[in-house]
């Protein structure tokens, strides 16, 4: 009886050491999987938001993500919470050997270019900020959003039941102008009588006041919505889910917070601009300050149909949504970014 145990026993060891074997293993493998460094550090500077914010920080930081993995790029990210830290916080970083620094937005970007004239050994890269600099270690990356919103005003026309379709901004900006026109001048393409309104929450950060706009959209008859108002987006994407309209959300897909509603987005995919750029630095050993205004005919900009909604993309919209994209990338079609712009286009 007590040998039949030790057996039992042995026999168990045995298994559970093959086990260990495995796993140790497996574990060593995946180690083996990411690139040895070679020597190039990048950092993303995030606001308050950070890395996990579901969003464009998030997209950004799985694009370093990925250059480590597969490159072998050290990377770091540094959350400034407080906006008017930003180049106090991006000074302290001067004694550290950086290669790159990069930053999202407009004020992020504003202290990163003060800083760039000073620190003269790292190279910096705005994304999606207004930067009129021109500096050899100075790199800005702008998205030609109008030409996804183009698609997705076509693609809001095509599906309105209601012919009236809206528009919703945070600010009468130039970064609103560029998704506003883009979405007219495509909505007008599929059907010159569609009725179109607009609305402007007057604040990126309030979500109710995006609720409240929304609401006042969905109430005129409006049954399709662009959102390009910020963080305000998430009150409207909930209204609509709520009301049983649709929405097409910018920057990034937002069916996690409204599968119903969300039918499309036109999405900024930074992640794919972030490794590009560091694979160019690591291949070439030399940074190209050169700036990139791009869209769809390089991929960083896209127009995106949910996967829940596909059975709204017919192939006679499909169809019609490849060659108009065909089109605004051989420039056959100059889509319109501001007021001026579509008065010509029309």
């Known amino acids: 009886m007590s040998i039949r145990k030790g057996t039992n026993c042995s026999k168990y060891l045995c298994i559970a050491l093959c086990i260990l074997t495995i796993i140790s293993f497996s574990t060593s493998c995946k180690k083996e999987d990411t690139k040895k460094s070679i020597g190039v550090t990048s950092y993303l500077i995030t606001d308050f938001s950070g890395v996990d914010d579901e969003a464009l920080n998030e997209k950004a930081w799985n694009g370093h993500l990925k250059a480590m993995d597969e490159i072998g790029i050290d990377i770091e990210y540094l959350t400034i919470r407080d906006a008017s830290k930003y180049e106090a916080e991006l000074n302290s970083l001067k004694d550290k050997k950086i ?37 050899d270690n100075l790199k800005c990356i702008e998205f030609k959003v109008e030409e996804g919103a183009f698609l997705s005003g076509y693609f809001a026309a095509k599906i309105t039941k209601s012919d009236t379709i809206g528009f919703l901004g945070a600010f009468k900006d130039t970064i609103s102008d560029k998704y506003l026109y883009g979405f007219m001048a495509g909505a007008k393409h599929a059907n010159e009588s569609i009725k179109i309104n607009i609305e402007y929450t007057e604040d990126y950060a309030n979500k109710e006041k995006g609720r409240e706009v929304g609401r006042k959209l969905f109430e005129a008859g409006c049954d399709t ?88 993309l017919t192939e006679e919209i499909k169809l019609k949504l490849e060659e108009l994209k065909s089109d605004i990338v051989e420039k056959s079609i100059i889509v319109p970014d501001t007021l001026e712009k579509f008065d010509e286009y029309k």
């Open 99 to 135: 290669d790159f620094l990069w930053g999202i937005g407009s004020t992020i970007g504003d202290a990163l270019v003060k800083v760039a004239k000073e620190d003269t050994d790292t190279n910096y890269v705005c994304i999606d900020a207004n930067i009129n600099e021109t500096l």
């Open 225 to 312: 919505v662009l959102t390009a108002s910020g963080y305000a987006d998430l009150g409207c994407i909930e209204e609509a889910d709520k009301s049983g309209f649709y929405v097409i959300t910018v920057e990034y897909d937002k069916s996690q917070f409204a599968n119903r509603a969300v039918v499309a987005s036109v999405v900024k995919n930074i992640d794919t601009v972030v490794f590009e750029q560091l694979k160019n630095y690591a291949e070439n050993k030399a940074f190209d300050q050169t700036n990139i205004i791009d869209g769809l005919s390089t991929g960083i900009v896209s127009f995106e149909v949910a996967e829940g909604k596909k059975r709204l």
